[in-house]
Structures are given as C-alpha cells and as structure tokens.
C-alpha cells in the first residue's frame, strides 16, 4: 500500500500507471514499480510450491520467480498465446521489499496519467478478485481501472504475508 | 546531517573500531612477549586514542570511557613513567574484551564489569608500576602527578606545529583563541623558522608559539584542546610555579627505563633529566614536561590489512580493482571488434569472428575469477584471533604452548572463512586441552617444556589445505578404541586399522576427555568439527603418532560460490546434484529393493538397506518418468538413493539462492544458469535424510568411498 502512495503524494502532477488485462477487467500499477516487461518464455518449475507459481527464470543472472496472476486473483485459466506478458515488478513494501517477480496477464494496455484525486479508495470493492489486492479504483476515459495493491500480491505469492494494516 | 547519514558514519566507526581493537590486541600481545619497542606502543596507544575520539563524536560513551582510562595507563607506558609490566598487560587485554562488547551492542547497553574494570585501571595509574623494580623515581613521580600538593599558578604552552599541520585542515589561531578563554594568556611568536621569501611555501606551517596562560585552570582542558592535532604538533605544556612552596612534579627517567630514550625527541626532557633515587627538588624549576606526540609516521603501516572478516562490508586491495578494471577494458575493446565485424553486412568473415569469440571467452573467464577473486581474504584475518585464545588458554592450562602460523596470506572465500572459524577455535582448544602435555609430562618424556602448536595454511589443486599439528601426546588408540566399544560405536570384534581408531574421534558422542573442562569436552565434539567442515563442503583428516603428536587436516573449497554438479534429468527436468556428495550410480533393474511396511523402500547397497527416494514424487513432478538409475548420495555418514532418469555431463554451477526472490525450498539448494540460458535447480543432498540411521554400517561404507 505504501508503495503506492508514495509516488502520488510528493508531487502535484499525476502519477503513471501502467494498465494490464486479465479477461475483461484491466489492472493498474504504478510505473516506477515496473522493471521491464518480457513476452512469455519457458519457466523451471519449483517443487513444492502453489499452482499459481509457474516457476522461476533467468533475468540476466537473477533467478526471478514467476507468478500467474490469473490463478493467483482465482481467474480461469488462459492459453498462452502471443500477447501474453510478463510483468517484472520490483515491490517496495516492509514484507516484499526489493524481491522482484514476474507477474504473467493476459497483455499490456496502456499507460495513464492519475492524479491522486481520481483514486477511489474503498474497502469495499465488489471485484471479480480477493480485495484484499486491490488499492483503489480510477475512472478514465469511461473506463474503470482497478489499481493493486502491488505490495500485497507479491508477498503474498512469494510466501511471506505482510501485516495487514487497514489506515 | 539526517539519521541514515549518521548511522552510516556510525558504521565506519565501527568497522574502523573493530580494526583498532585488533591492533590494540595484537599489539598487547607483542608487548608481552617481550618487545618493548616505542613504535609499537605509540600504535597501540594510538589505536586506543582513535577508538576514544571516535566513541565520543558518535555518542558511544560508554566506550569512550573505558578507552579513556585504558588510554591514561598506556600514555604512562608510551612515555616511560612506567615500565611495561604484565599486571598491566592482563588488565589492559581484559579492558579489550569489554571494549569489544560494548562495541557489538553498538552502545546500546552497558557491560556489568566496565565500571569495576574502570577503576582497576584507575588504581593501577594511582599505584603506579607497584611490583616493577625500577619503582623508585618513577612511582615517586607518578604520585605527585596524580595528585598535586596544590593547584599551578598557570602554564606555559609551547606549541610548534609540525609543517603539514595546515594541510589537515587546522588552524593555529582557533586554536590559541580556545587557549585564551582559559585564563588570560600572553603569546609570543617564534617566526625564526620562516625559510627566505623564495623557499617559502604558504601551504606550510612556519610559525611556532610559546603561550603564557595565567588561571586556575587543569593541564587537562589544555590537553584538550591539542587533542584532534596532537600528532600534527610538538606541544609542551609546563606548569608555572604557585609562589607558595610545592611538591614539583617531574618526568624522571630512570636509567633503567625500557626502549629508546625518549630524551632523544624531546628537548624539554633533558631539562627534567635526573638520575634515578635523586630528589626531585635538584630540578631547575618546577616542571613537568610532557613528552612531544611523535610523528604519525608509521600510522598508516598500522592499519593495513588488517581487515576484520566479520562485517558486512569487504576491503579489497586497489591492486584487484585494477585488475578488474583491466579486464573490463579489454572486454570493452572486444566488443567494439565484435560490433565491427557484424556491421559489415556485405561479408561476415567468420575466422575473425571465431577468433574474438575466443577473445570474449577467455575475458569473460577471467572476469569471473578477478571477481570471484575479490570475495577473497587472507586467512591471517581469522588467525589473528588465535594468539589471543592461545595464551589465554595456555594460562589457564598451566601449559607453556608455542604458536607458530605460516600460510596466513592463503585467500578463502569471505563466507568459508567466516564459517571456518569456530570449528578451527575449536581443534586449536582441543590440541592444548588433549593433545600438549603439562610443562613437567613434557619434560619426562624428553620433550621441550614448552609445546608447539603449528598453523600451516596452503593452496592445493583449487582447494585450502590448513593443518593444525601439535607435538604433545598423540591420540591414545587403546583408551580411543575402548571407548567406542563401550559406547557401541564398534563391535566387540571388529579390528580396526590405525588410521580407523584415530577417525573414531570424529564419531557423534564420542569425547575422550577424563572430565569435562571449561576448555573443551562440554558434549560437542569432534563430530560437530566434521560435520561443520563437509557443510562446507570440506573433508578433515587425522594423522597421529602416539608420543609424538597429532596433525589434523582440513581441506576446504575456495569458494562456496561455484560447485562441482553432476546433471540429471527427472521427468524431463534437469536437476544439478552436488558432486562431493555422490557416492556412485547404479541401475535400479540390478537392486534388490524391498518395500517396509511403513512404505519406505530401500534397497542393498553394499552390505547394508538404504533408504530409496523417489525423486519424481517427492517433487510432485507431472509425468513420473522412467526411473532407470538411482544415485547414491552420501549425507554426514549416511546413504540414501535417489531415483532418477538420465544421467547428463558434469558442469560447474554458479549458485544462485532462491530466497534473494522467492523463498527458500526443502530439497532444492538454489538454482544456477544453464549454458542455454534456463535455470536448473540444485538438490540440497541435507535434506534427503531424516535424521535416522546406522552411523556403523554408513561410516563404514564412507570410509570405503573416500
């Protein structure tokens, strides 16, 4: 959660967010959270680890863990095809900090601009998925994006549950 | 200045710390043995100083308290107002280990024995160098100096600073201006030493200065001032006589003194000269000269490399940065040739291409190992420790112990080393503990009273060969081979080899020693040694001769951060097996394998049922595979199998943890880079045994398989 606002609050311009699908619903996370994006390649499997754990991979020299984001918000799954993408995220929250991980959706869409006024934070959100991941909604262009909670969807993939802290 | 800024700061001082209670330790030590010279003391006293000044910038007081009074009784000793004696020495070596402490909890919490420890070398200055022979003039003095008959009208300051003194960034002037808010003062300027106007460089300090300060003030706040630039000055302070008659306080050097004269450095000295037993009133004027700082000549000779191997940080010699640099360079180079041939669009030509690709190979390789390399330290950054612990334990043993450390410069890996040192504390307390002999055995038996205790440290074929020999007396293989009878470890009728007796010192439960000591024996023995090593990645040896001693060798990786991997493949997923921890492959159509009826399947190796793991299922892998061959992996003496498909070549891996990312997983080690790019992961054998087995039937087997 705190990674999040803390890219919003010090600076009057909007923040960038960068948007991704998964079937219909289109997902939002702050830009600078993002490390790269890959199109989708061969994972090594890890033993004992959740179905939404595809793996890990060789990100020039860095083993990075990949997280099906489909299985992991309860999505049915999806054929990979050519558009599917993975999301190198690098989460800076207190449970998550500095791991990077791959996220795999469905493909990337867009960039946005976002001020801090166009969030909507609620505790709330009647959502296809856990809300516990979700930070807030925005409206653009008469569309709804849901913003993560990008902290919470790493550390929870990744095994080590942050404190819940509702502020 | 923000927190992390300070905190950051705070951590230099520390490492620098730990660097300068090393000296202060190291140097102790020396002075003990007998070497007395000045130059080692100024380092010592030096090092003190340093860890004071810095403890008080950084809020450690507490530390800054201790080195104080630690500091008052080496500057005693520095200046010849006493002789180096071995109460001090203990008190002092004493005084560093709470130092050290006090330094680990970062200032956080007080030490139970600094205050008391305090005031022993409070009452060691006030007594003076008490059983010492040379006491007369030197005690008498001390005694006045401690405690003045009455305060001084003022002093006189001659302060002459060194050339360089402006360089460093101070300034004369502050510093008379500070004097001045002390009592009234009246300076005058020596400019004798200004060279002519054409050799006269204005970066230098030409000027010197005699103040006469006048107040009820103590030496010490003039002390204090001085203190930043003490080593950049010549300052001599002396104290004007109260008309009132007084006891005068005067440096005497007694003839006797140990180490140059410092009479040579200082001018002031001769003046306050006396024989020794002469009264102090012969002296011209009440004065007592303190003697002039030295010169930090041999500072910077002090501290090098003499790195300490425990923080976080690493200290690398520009020497291999350099060399990195080079490589780099040449990389760079080779990459522009290579750019070069692929621009050129209309031929390739490939033998050129070929040749550079040899070029980036051989680059690449090297990088890996300068940078490999870097991890590197000295293995004297972990010896250091030992001399301490040595004649610690030789004092309390009542042993006479030589210790004589050769191969200290032999590099090992930063985490080796560090992992090392506890086992390697641990043969060396074992070797003065069992292996010497008390002074007179020693003596009976034709050997030297004092005992030698040997660290030889080499590099062989990519490993680190350190040897821990001692000359006492030997393994006793009769009391050795009863015992493990007695405990179960052998069977009544077995007969073992020599070699076979020695190694049961390194079986689980097995201690020799009569009662258990403070010094070693207290349940963890040698086996925790062994087992520490092959964690490692190691193997230890024993070689002993009755009567005449006991070698113990280890050998250990270079470095953790590659090992030697067999490839294999499991259900179409390729997996790298450690090497060191193979003991053979066998095909499982020629095993006789039997189900428990706990579901365990184990099968005949060598005599003996072994455990069988099923690596497919214990992985959950899709499709199970053929499960043609089993490898037999060898875990702390015990054997398990370990059911594969293929087995692929062998390869070096670079191991990658799991956990920088994700989390560590039960089975898998970490993971490395295949030569295509994917990653494989590698098995953690440790994890394969649970914890139950014939250690008789495994050592046996092991021992077959070295």
């Known amino acids: 959660m705190e990674a999040v606002e803390h890219h919003t609050v010090d600076d009057d311009a909007k923040a960038q967010y960068l948007t991704f699908r998964l079937g219909e619903e ?27 754990m595809l793996g890990v991979i060789n990100l020039r020299g860095a083993i990075v863990p990949v997280v099906d984001l489909r299985r992991r918000f309860g999505l049915p799954d999806l054929e990979v095809c050519p558009t599917t993408t993975v999301v190198i995220v690098s989460a800076e929250g207190e449970t998550s900090n500095g791991k990077v991980v791959g996220l795999v959706v469905d493909h990337v869409s867009e960039v946005y601009h976002l001020a801090d006024d166009q969030i909507q934070h609620s505790a709330d959100i009647s959502s296809e998925i856990d809300s516990t991941f979700i930070h807030g909604l925005a409206k653009t262009d008469e569309r709804l994006v849901i913003l993560l909670n990008l902290d919470r969807v790493v550390s929870s993939s990744i095994g080590s549950e942050p404190v819940v802290s509702h502020d | ?314 200290r690398i010699s520009t020497e291999k940065i350099d060399q990195l640099i080079n490589l780099v360079g040449e990389l760079v180079i080779t990459q522009s040739m290579l750019n070069r041939i692929s621009a050129d669009g209309s031929r390739l030509d490939t033998d050129e291409l070929r040749d550079r690709l040899t070029d980036l190979d051989r680059n690449t390789r090297e990088l890996q190992e300068s940078i490999m ?88 074929s990519g490993s680190v060969i350190i040897e821990i020999s001692d000359d006492g007396r030997g393994i006793n293989r009769d009391v050795v081979l009863n015992k493990a009878r007695e405990r179960g470890i052998v069977g009544p009728d077995d007969v073992l080899t020599d070699d076979q007796i020695n190694k049961l010192i390194f079986a689980p439960g097995f201690s020799t020693a009569k009662e258990v000591s403070d010094v070693s024996g207290r349940g963890v023995g040698m086996d925790v040694v062994r087992r520490n090593i092959i964690d490692l990645g190691g193997h230890v040896d024993i070689q002993s001769e009755p009567g005449s001693g006991t070698t113990i060798i280890i050998r250990l990786p270079l470095t953790l951060a590659i090992l030697n991997g067999q490839l294999v493949s499991v259900a179409g997923q390729t997996f790298v097996v450690p090497l060191l921890s193979i003991v053979e492959t066998i095909e499982i159509s020629h095993s006789r394998r039997t189900k428990l009826p706990r579901g365990t399947e184990v099968f005949e190796f060598r005599d003996a049922y072994v455990p069988l793991i099923r690596l497919s299922e214990r992985f959950n892998l899709p499709n199970t595979g053929e499960g043609a061959l089993i490898v037999v992996i060898e875990n702390h003496g015990q054997l398990t199998g370990l059911v594969i498909d293929h087995v692929l070549g062998q390869q070096q891996a670079v191991i990658k943890s799991l956990d920088d990312n994700y989390r560590s997983i039960k089975g898998i080690a970490g993971a490395t880079i295949m030569s295509d790019g994917s990653v494989a992961l590698i098995l953690d054998p440790a994890a394969f045994f649970s914890g139950t087995g014939n250690y008789r039937e495994a050592s046996e087997n092991q021992d077959e398989a070295a």
């Open chain 1, 26 to 52: 289109e997902y939002a996370i702050n830009i600078l959270s993002v490390r790269e994006i890959k199109s989708w390649g061969p994972v090594t499997p890890l033993p004992q680890s959740p179905p939404y």
């Open chain 2, 1 to 314: 200045m923000d927190d992390n800024e300070l905190d950051e700061l705070k951590g230099i001082f520390l490492d620098e710390c730990r660097e300068n209670v090393d000296i202060l330790e190291q140097g102790l030590l020396q002075l003990g043995q007998g070497n007395d010279d000045h130059e080692l003391l100024n380092e010592v006293f030096r090092a003190a100083h340093s860890i004071k000044g810095g403890g008080a910038t950084f809020g450690f007081d507490l530390l800054a308290e201790l080195t104080h009074h630690m500091e008052t009784l080496l500057d005693e000793m520095r200046s010849d107002k006493r002789p180096v004696n071995e109460n001090d020495l203990e008190l002092l070596l004493e005084s560093v280990d709470i130092v050290r402490e006090l330094m680990e909890a970062r200032g956080d919490s007080d030490h139970p024995d600094r205050i008391a420890m305090q005031e022993r070398l409070e009452s060691s200055v006030l007594q003076g160098p008490g059983a010492s022979t040379n006491s007369s003039a030197s005690g008498d003095s001390n005694a006045t100096d401690a405690i003045p008959a009455a305060p001084p009208a003022g002093y006189t300051v001659q302060f002459t600073p060194k050339p360089e003194l402006l360089e460093r960034g101070n300034d004369p002037l502050l510093l008379l201006k500070e004097l001045e808010k002390l009592g009234s003062l009246k300076v005058v300027i020596d400019d004798a030493t200004i060279p002519p106007w054409d050799s006269f460089d204005p970066k230098q300090a030409y000027l010197s200065w005699t103040a006469t300060l006048e107040g009820d003030c103590s030496r010490a706040a003039i002390e204090e001032i001085f203190e930043w630039i003490e080593f950049d000055c010549t300052l001599v302070i002396t104290e004007i006589a109260a008309q009132i008659s007084e006891q005068p306080t005067v440096v005497t050097q007694s003839s006797e003194a140990p180490g140059p004269s410092v009479a040579d450095e200082s001018p002031a000295a001769d003046a306050t000269e006396t024989p020794a037993g002469a009264t102090a009133a012969e002296a011209p004027a009440a004065k007592d000269a303190t003697t002039p700082a030295k010169p930090p000549a041999k500072k910077a000779a002090a501290s090098e490399a003499r790195s300490q191997g425990e923080g976080s940080s690493i």
């Open chain 2, 373 to 460: 390399r870097v991890r590197m330290l000295p293995l004297a950054t972990g010896f250091n420790r030992l001399p301490r612990l040595v004649r610690d334990l030789s004092r309390k043993l009542e042993k006479k112990v030589e210790l004589i450390v050769d191969g200290g410069d032999t590099e090992i890996d930063k985490t080796v080393l560090e992992r090392m040192m506890d086992p390697l504390v641990h043969l060396v307390r074992n070797a003065l503990d069992h292996g010497l002999e008390e002074p007179q055995a020693r003596q009976d038996a034709g050997k030297p009273e004092t005992g030698q205790l040997r660290l030889n440290a080499y590099h062989q």
